[in-house]
């Protein structure tokens, strides 16, 4: 079975476990927390990073290359485009997320009001903080509303684009703060709509003892995840 390492409510295994509830691929959570590694972790994550998968005699690091493995090694539904220049965008969306607004949403927010203090013992350093809110976040929030042309972000079928965009608004709400509907209308429908989706609710039912183990996220997003069936 696939084995993915990380904890649920981190923004970038939650991609890699919404990836896989959405192929059907079974797999089981094994709970790392990179500030208290266990032993031998480099030699699973070289840059010390979660998540790793292990599948069979595969590991393998790092988010993006996870869900494009994935995507080929279980065909079925796929979760990039197969035209040429949508999977580019697609990947494009990914990579904006994950190297231009993650480290701003989790280094600069989540880090600072949540885990420095809780487990570094450390005072939140509210210059970055105000940085990240005021010059860092919002052009990228700008940028994924203009670039959001129809329900999803790809050809106007859900992919691993949406995956990417999804899973940060999500830790964004973690550190107290919201996507502003008035300010950016199209992204706030977007998560709503997104967490309606069945991978998306079973993921954070799923998560959710671990996040409320932490004791300093701010949980109210996982009230937005409608109970019914998804539109």
Known sequence: MLQIHGVPFSAHTRKVIIAAL??????EIVKVIPLTPPAGWQ??????????????????????AICQYLDRAYPGVPLYPGDAREFARALWIEE??????APH???GLLMQRVFA??????????????????Q??????AYLEQALRGDWFVANAFSMADIAVASILMNFHFAGEEVDAA??????RFLSRALARPSFR????????AAQSVGALDLRVYEQAPRGEAA
């Open 22 to 27: 959405e192929k059907g691929i079974p797999y």
């Open 43 to 64: 030699q699973l994550s070289p840059l010390g990073l979660i998540p790793v998968i292990q599948d069979d005699d595969l590991t393998l690091a790092d988010s993006t």
């Open 117 to 134: 203090p809780k487990f570094l013992g450390k005072a939140p350093d509210e210059a970055l903080i105000q940085t990240s809110l005021t």
């Open 96 to 101: 904006f997320v994950d190297s231009g607004l």
């Open 183 to 188: 300010r950016y209308p199209k992204l706030a």
């Open 136 to 141: 860092m976040i919002p052009p990228r929030f």
């Open 105 to 107: 949403v989790l280094r």
């Open 202 to 209: 079973q993921a954070l039912q799923a998560e959710i003892p």
